[in-house]
């Protein structure tokens, strides 16, 4: 280990946050500029299936709400890009490799968004599990990364409450079909949700490293545990069901027991086959070809008024 | 005609056109030419519906007191149980987003209009539309500052985008006109000090226009030209329905389910 | 499962695949690239629709007879008044239209299996079923001898038709492996000797397309490529949505009437 | 007159058909190009307002019943762009002359269908004055021409009944929402449909020379009348109203009497003004813009195919 190495590290256990201008190892940096990319790019494709339901949400309460978070997710989005770009990345470069599929987005948001209920399941779950994931990583040891984190999870818990409100409005005062729209979101979401913390720790060959540079702080397993530990009781509250027949509360571990995660179609998806990854990629790569002579234009009449300034 | 009558019928036209504009520009997320811009699309959707909402939020309170047609419906009847016919949006705001420029032709030239009507309905003799005016004149602003950004941007951009916002601004100029025709309902108002003057604002308006589009590089179409109308009779371009028939599903499908 | 159950589930995914696929190519009319393109895609848009409500038609007679689940309700109510999770249509069919190549890429999937399909339900022991069947392959021998010619012609036409043309294959070629998955519906009526063999249709979809591709100098994706699935539990894509909020607005906005 | 004119003007009165390949005079031919080319065109453009609704038909009946009016309409215009061929001229050249603005179709096609009702009253009233125009024309002078209405009134009267059963159906068993509908749209279409006769004859220029060459055998204004005295009564039996406070029954003329057209709107509509006129042609250019390269293709393929014949 070089002596800059060993600085970083005592840094890093020291709980001593690493900012940009500071040394840091080339492997810490790809993999940061890896992770935050990928929790950048999830911000943006999870708009999608929110504005699959925007235009068609039921008052004004209930679309200004969705907006809203469509909203908070772009604002999360671009202050992740700002946070990777001090790491000396660049946006373009990122997103171009998004859209090649050289780099990932959470494989949740190739899911479809079948019915309003999902409005609300993916409020409570999917972003009940992303703040589970982002709570820990407040604490990540990159300083711009850390304070995004603390910013963005206090938005996220608001979405997550908001989400389970729909829920909880349409078991408690809906009809016999809302109810059964709200079950059959959870039962569509319910798997995807728990596959977003990723394989188990003994398939992620990558996680002792980011353990050690603090980057994770949690292994993928003990924040599925938690995730479903404070999951099961609202589910219970809103009077549903998992489709788990193994979730159980385990009195000796404190925890509960679940069911084993189907990871073929974890893979399936992640490998680009899920039912949405070519709509979601095809949606963004179009927004951005389409808008090229607009951004062209945009630069234009800005080199024009930068002369006209320069002449007068 | 009934003061009251005259009120809930403008409050409506008001709601309608903020809505509707709101909608499509709903249409663009995830479909705009940079992420800045989707969510400044965004912003302006939210400041759009929520002024809507406030607008026939009052206009359900004005039918309920005065016990006239539209009584006991909440403003969420009226947005998304209220057919094509009934609706009073301008016509210019129902039209397809198109490409960028289209779409920003469509809100600068509802912008500057929305911006003199604002700035005039703030000093409205009735304080509950003076106080909903000047709330949604601060996010108007910053939408007109914005659209007349984009408006010299593209219009002295790239030859490419010169052509674009030309064609923009000379496709939807003939629904510009409609704004600015007053009937019965805008007189009455008018006169009673709670309206505003629509020949005013043409004029505001029109200077507005025309100083931009000539900075912008662009020729801008004569106030003369033929001018569709008839929104404020429901007459409505054919794509309205389509529009209505996606915003108002689920209240449709489930009729009085609670969301 | 009784019998009728699988029967009314059964009808119900033939009258939805063929619903839907015509839906779609109603959009068309007025969008087609001549004028007798336009009156082709009319005419087997009439023929699915058609044969949706024989299908329905029966589904509904079916469901009265056994008092199961959907008894009382005609084919309209069918139609017009089931949800996205209810509709059983495959995923192919409500997939946009996009360019003709897509439009006519998505056709001839679905042309040879409605093809070998129909001709094995002919000479199904429902007769019911074996009559529409037969009614409707008369009609699907010329929907598929058209869209045979346009492969042909886009795929073997100029440089820019056969990337078109071959994209489109690809891009569809995920949806067409739901086509041939078979659940206890698909066994239980294919055992009573009602419904048709799957694994054999598969059999002879493959050959024909292989052919067909080859002559249209396209390359025929593989078989065993991942394949989307989920329509026989109403598992659909995003796009089927707006479609339904479109198709089924007048019986949503109206309950009851009688049009 | 020269010999040729005076035989064919001797054959017209005798009221012997003229056919393709008889002499005729350079402007009995350049007028029936354009009054058979503006009858195609608007057979396609009329398919549009219907295409409308055809996606948000309320049952299979209607469905089903639309498509196949659209149909026929598309079937009309192909028969009489071919009688129009018989006369040399060229189809696309002629479409192209519509997309350019340079030829119109009939106004009617530029007023909005804005509800369900307007495919009742489109059949009943559009489709009723274009019969009323195409009986007479049955007995037009040109052969082609005269064939083609034969086939086509028969198709028209038929979509003429069934879009008076729509609204008759709406007004016997509609709830009052439904009637108001009828009623809204009878109210939106008759003054269009009164203008569908063309001009008062005094403002006609050309009729008297397309009277003597039998291409028109019924002024304007007598085929308005003709009409106005068919669709009373049954606007009548529907239980509805005209929107024309002058429409009465004059005992002494045994005709209606009714009120004047305002011609500034039918000049504005020909001139481009009528709400559709853009996007009807709009929708036209768009189609066959976006089928060059599939029409291209079609004859690269078809050339091939012949060169492999050739070598075969």
Chains 1, 4 share one sequence.
Not at chain 1, 19 to 32: A, D, H, V
Request: proline share 3%; glycine share 6%.
């Amino acid at each position: 280990m070089s002596p800059e190495e060993r600085a970083f590290q005592e840094k890093i256990d020291a709980e001593i946050k690493i900012e940009p201008k500071n040394w840091m190892p080339e492997g810490y940096r790809r993999t940061l500029i890896r992770q935050i990319s990928q929790h950048a790019h999830s911000e943006i494709v999870g708009m999608l299936p929110e504005k699959n339901w925007l235009t068609r949400a039921p008052n004004f309460k209930r679309k200004l709400q969705l907006l809203a978070k469509i909203q908070d997710e772009g604002g999360h989005g671009l202050y992740l890009y700002s946070a990777m770009e001090t790491l000396g990345a660049d946006r373009d470069e990122e997103v171009a490799k998004l859209h090649s599929g050289e780099v990932k987005y959470s494989s949740i948001f190739n899911y479809p968004a079948l019915s309003w209920a999902d409005m609300g399941t993916i409020g409570w779950l999917v972003d009940g599990a992303a703040i589970v994931n982002q709570v820990v990583l407040q604490r990540t040891s990159y300083g711009p990364y850390s304070r995004a984190m603390i910013r963005i999870c206090k938005e996220e818990s608001f979405h997550q409450r908001q989400g389970y409100q729909i829920l909880l409005h349409m078991m408690q005062n809906g009809t016999d079909e809302q109810k059964a729209m709200v079950q059959d979101s959870i039962n569509r979401f319910w798997w995807p949700a728990m596959m977003m913390f990723g394989p188990h720790d003994s398939d992620s060959p990558n996680s002792a490293q980011s353990m050690a540079w603090k980057i994770k702080r949690m292994s993928n397993d003990d924040l599925r545990q938690r995730f479903i530990d404070q999951t099961v009781p609202q589910l219970e509250f809103l009077g549903c069901t998992a489709p788990d027949p193994d979730l159980k509360w385990n009195e000796t571990r404190g925890h509960y027991d679940f069911g084993e995660i189907d990871w073929t179609e974890f893979y399936d998806v992640v490998k680009g086959n899920g039912p949405c990854n070519r709509d979601r990629l095809r949606t963004r790569r179009k927004a951005i070809e389409e808008g090229t002579w607009v951004r062209e234009a945009a630069s234009a009449y800005a080199a024009k008024q930068k002369q006209k300034n320069a002449a007068a | 005609m009934t003061q009251n009558q005259a009120l809930f019928e403008y409050l409506l036209r008001l709601g309608d056109s903020d809505l509707i504009l709101g909608q499509r520009l709903c249409e663009l997320v995830g479909n705009a030419p940079a992420l800045e811009e989707e969510m400044a699309i965004g912003n302006v959707a939210l400041d759009l519906i929520g002024q809507a909402r406030s607008w026939m939020t009052l206009a359900a309170e004005v039918a309920s007191a005065a016990e006239i047609e539209g009584a006991g419906r909440s403003a969420d009847d009226l947005a998304f149980t209220r057919d094509e016919r009934a609706y009073r949006n301008l016509l210019i705001v129902e039209q397809a987003n198109g490409n960028f420029a289209d779409t920003m032709a469509r809100q600068y030239l509802f912008d500057v209009w929305h911006f003199h009507l604002l700035s005039a309905l703030s000093g409205s003799a009735d304080e509950r539309i003076a106080a909903i005016a000047a709330k949604g004149l601060k996010e108007v602003i910053y939408h007109l500052r914005r659209s007349s950004a984009w408006i010299k941007r593209l219009g002295d951009g790239t030859e490419e985008s010169h052509a674009k916002m030309q064609d923009a601004i000379d496709e939807i100029w003939t629904y510009s006109g409609e704004m600015f025709i007053a009937d019965e309902v805008d007189s009455l108002l008018a006169d009673a000090g709670i309206g505003a003057d629509l020949n005013q604002l043409r004029s505001l308006w029109q200077a507005d226009v025309q100083a931009l589009l000539a900075e912008a590089t662009l020729n801008c179409p004569s106030m003369d030209e033929y001018m569709q109308r008839g929104s404020k009779q429901g007459l409505h371009t054919e794509q309205l329905g389509f529009l209505l028939a996606e915003m108002q599903f689920l209240p449709r499908a489930y009729p009085g389910a609670s969301w």
